[in-house]
C-alpha cells in the first residue's frame, strides 16, 4: 500500500517535469553544459523520457513495465545529475549568489534518493538475499 502511493507520487513527479520539459523547455536549456551537443532535443527527449517513464511505472497491466519504468527513471535521474551540478555551479557562481546553498545541496542531496525510489517503486530487485543454509 505504502510502495503503490510512493509509486504514484514520484509518478506525478516525472509526470509534470516531462510535461514542463516540453511545454518550457527555456529553463531546462539554460541549465544545460555547453559540452553537451543538441541541447533541444536533449531536453525534449528527456520530457518524452519522464512522461513515459511515469506512465510505466503506475500502469496496473504488466509488472514488468513498471519495473523497466523504475530503471529507466532511474538512470535518468543518473544522467542529468551533470546538468544539476552544473547548474548549481553557475548559479552559485553568479554575482547574486543564484538560488544559494539551502536550494542546490538538498537537491544534490535528493538526486541519488530519488534513483532509489524510482527502483524501490519500480520493485527492482538490486540484491538478492542468500536463502538460509538447511540443516542437513
Not at 533541444?40 to 497491466?61: D, N, S
Not at 555551479?89 to 543564484?98: C, E, K, Q, R, V
Amino acid at each position: 500500500m505504502i510502495r503503490a502511493g510512493l509509486r504514484i507520487l514520484l509518478a506525478v513527479f516525472y509526470g509534470y517535469a516531462g510535461y514542463a520539459h516540453l511545454a518550457t523547455p527555456e529553463p531546462f536549456l539554460a541549465i544545460m553544459p555547453d559540452m553537451i551537443p543538441f541541447p533541444e532535443a536533449i531536453v525534449l527527449w528527456t520530457g518524452v523520457a519522464e512522461v513515459l517513464g511515469a506512465i510505466a511505472l503506475v500502469q496496473p497491466f504488466h509488472k514488468g513495465l513498471r519495473k523497466a519504468g523504475g530503471i529507466g527513471l532511474a538512470l535518468y535521474a543518473l544522467c542529468v545529475w551533470p546538468a544539476n551540478i552544473n547548474h548549481m555551479i553557475m548559479d552559485m557562481a553568479s554575482a547574486d549568489g543564484g538560488a544559494g546553498a539551502g536550494y542546490h545541496v538538498p537537491r544534490m542531496i535528493a538526486q541519488p534518493l530519488l534513483i532509489w525510489w524510482a527502483l524501490w517503486a519500480g520493485e527492482v530487485q538490486l540484491f538478492r538475499r542468500k536463502a538460509a543454509a538447511s540443516p542437513n
